[in-house]
């Protein structure tokens, strides 16, 4: 079953826009998601894998609606979420 993100093979999404001289983050917020995102991993709270299918989880109107980093977001409180990393907040 193919995910709202699964475009490969597909038309209609316009070229692929490669931006010289972009910064990395474009706002503080995503630089701490980014290492947010990189301290779980490392800390064993869940995978690249199990992280990439939490983005992919997402429901196809929130996707479509999101940036790359606010994907990334809702990825990592859905994965925190599930494993009860923050007890039952």
């Given amino acids: 079953m193919s995910r709202v ?9 316009g070229a ?6 972009e910064p990395p983050f474009h706002a503080d917020w995503e630089a701490r ?12 709270v869940y995978t690249l894998d199990e992280f990439r ?8 109107a929130e996707y ?9 977001l809702h990825a990592i409180e859905t994965l925190v979420a599930e494993r009860k990393v923050l007890g039952d907040a």
């Fill in 5 to 13: 993100n699964d475009v490969g093979g597909q038309t209609g999404f």
């Fill in 53 to 60: 299918d939490a983005v992919e989880r997402m429901a196809p």
């Fill in 33 to 44: 998601v980014y290492a947010l995102n990189m301290a779980l991993v490392r800390g064993g």
């Fill in 64 to 72: 479509l609606a999101a940036s790359y980093y606010e994907r990334w």
């Fill in 16 to 21: 692929l826009r490669i931006e010289a001289g």
